[in-house]
């Protein structure tokens, strides 16, 4: 359907630029040029929102507020209230109220019997949070998921590009890898998104013709699967062994790394021993994931020759393909897709027409193909994506190790830290600072429409990085950050061409919401 030929990707550089011109939503504003670029800099950027001033604070220098209990029984009582007394929203709410602070001490699950490194200084506000990401002054090794590791057998006895930190040398030959193959396939991803989301709707509409109702994620699971080893591997799993059963074997083996920090909605009494306090047994998955083995491995042969040729063998290389095709990606769009509908669908009728009127003009006017170029004529399309990842980022936790003594500021205080203590943020409260944001806990599509809106992206935090700054192999921020962008980007595109509006019900899921068509209204101008 689409042509790419103006997909400006040969290096992986975003060069994003459209005219500047007038558009109005619910105020009028002005637009500029937006650059986003990814470079293969060693270096790493040096954050615009650091949280370690360069001068001395002149905020009041206040003790961290907050305990971790007795040993064994104050890690267990946190995590019962992370569960299941409180819920994670109200564990950080209420220890905020009664600290006065958005800086304190806790515990973070799992605990026992787990892990019994479970102590960490929370930090929960836009001013505080960036320091996660300044690998100058924290260090990432092994803490991907927080305060547990996943058992290695899990990822072929290898730990994985994720939990490596960039002193490390196989970092910078990993990442490198991973900008290899986002680069390899970059011009495949707007028709094989276009074709993996046509066979999605003609699924949905197919199931609500029959059935009144249609569930998106189970549909999202199986186009976001195919999109990805279409247009990264140029292989169609259907015509494999593999078939139809990726998306159901990698939330499986994804369940076995997870689970220590999810909830299952089973009863407390059986989840909690079950899957918050021993390892789940990584034999149980592993013909599961032998299966995802053999197919990653037959599908990226040029790839694993590249990773040959930086020096990573290739069964390292294939596992680490494995982790960010199926952990870090379609986990991802797992998470973020059916969030973003469930906020657009939320926001009403006025929103989708607004969306259907940018997408089809802009689409129209470029002779009905969907380009790089086209979706950069679209400021409210491009707003309200980024406004999903703000409101509900699909990587919520975050962790780092000081690496020296630290000085870290919120808003209203200043904090000492000592070396080697674990720093975790909870994102959702930083990117919803009411200091940073104004109706910060409101969806607003058009929130970073404009000059003034551009400039709150530095505080869009989703990819382990401020939206504005770029990956490199010296930072640790996500390698498929515009690759993510723009894939959230067609979403959007693809359904509002299709549809003039749509009905949801919203309920909960272990990753994410559930997401049930009720009415789909299709195209009319």
């Known amino acids: 359907m689409a042509s790419t030929s103006s997909l400006a990707f040969p290096s992986l550089q975003l060069q994003f630029q459209t005219p500047r011109k007038s558009f109005t939503s619910t105020r009028r504003v002005f637009l500029r040029p937006i650059c986003a670029s990814v470079s293969e800099k060693s270096s790493s950027s040096s954050s615009s929102i650091s949280s370690q001033p360069a001068e001395p604070t002149q905020l009041p220098l206040r003790k961290i507020p907050g305990d971790y209990g007795l040993p064994f029984v104050g890690p267990l009582k946190d995590r019962q209230d992370y569960f299941y007394n409180q819920g994670r929203n109200e564990f950080f709410k209420s220890r905020i109220q009664k600290y006065q602070s958005t800086v304190f001490r806790v515990n973070m699950p799992p605990g026992p019997f787990f892990t019994t490194k479970s102590q960490v200084i929370v930090l929960l506000d836009g001013k505080s949070f960036p320091v996660l990401f300044d690998v100058s002054k924290v260090e990432k090794k092994d803490l991907f998921t927080g305060t547990y590791m996943p058992s290695l057998e899990l990822t072929g006895g290898y730990r994985t590009l994720s939990y490596l930190d960039p002193s490390e040398p196989k970092h910078d030959k990993l ?204 400021p409210l399309m491009k707003s309200v994506v980024y406004e999903a990842f703000r409101i509900e980022p699909p990587v919520p936790l975050q962790y780092g190790r000081a690496k020296t003594d630290l000085v870290i500021e919120s808003h209203d205080a200043a904090f000492k830290v000592k070396e080697g203590e674990v720093l975790f943020g909870f994102q959702p409260f930083a990117t919803k600072d009411p200091k940073i944001f104004e109706n910060a806990e409101e969806f607003v599509p058009d929130r970073f429409v404009g000059e003034e809106g551009e400039k709150l992206l530095q505080h869009v935090l989703w990819s382990n990085g401020p939206q504005t700054e770029a990956p490199t192999v010296g930072n640790k921020q996500c390698a498929g950050k515009d690759f993510v962008v723009l894939a959230s980007r067609l979403l959007v595109v693809e359904f509002f061409l299709r549809y003039d509006s749509f009905e949801i019900e919203v309920a909960a899921s272990p990753l994410g919401a559930a997401i049930t068509m009720t009415s789909l209204k299709r195209a009319s101008f």
């Open 175 to 378: 990442k490198r890898l991973m900008f290899y193959l986002l680069k390899s396939g970059i011009k495949s991803v707007i028709p094989e998104f276009h074709s993996s989301y046509s066979e999605l709707f003609e699924t949905l509409e197919t199931k609500l013709a029959d059935k009144g109702k249609a569930s998106f994620n189970e549909a999202n699971d199986q186009a976001a699967f195919n999109f990805l080893a279409r247009s990264l591997y140029e292989t169609s799993p259907s015509n494999t062994q593999l078939g139809t059963d990726g998306p159901k074997l990698v939330q499986k083996w994804v369940l076995f790394q997870l689970s220590p920090i999810l909830t299952l909605g089973l009863p407390k009494f059986i989840e909690d021993p079950l899957i918050h306090s021993f390892p789940l047994p990584p034999f149980l998955v592993k013909k599961d994931y032998q299966r995802l083995y053999d197919f990653f491995y037959q599908s990226s042969g040029h790839v694993l020759d590249e990773a040959e040729r930086l020096g990573v063998s290739r069964d390292e290389a294939c596992h680490n393909l494995i982790f960010a095709t199926c952990f870090n990606s379609f986990g991802g769009m797992k998470i973020l897709f059916p969030n973003m509908l469930k906020w657009i669908g939320r926001a009403g009728a006025k929103l989708h027409s607004e969306l259907a009127q940018e997408i089809r003009s802009v689409i129209r006017s470029n002779g009905g193909n969907i380009t790089m170029s086209a979706l950069e004529k679209m």
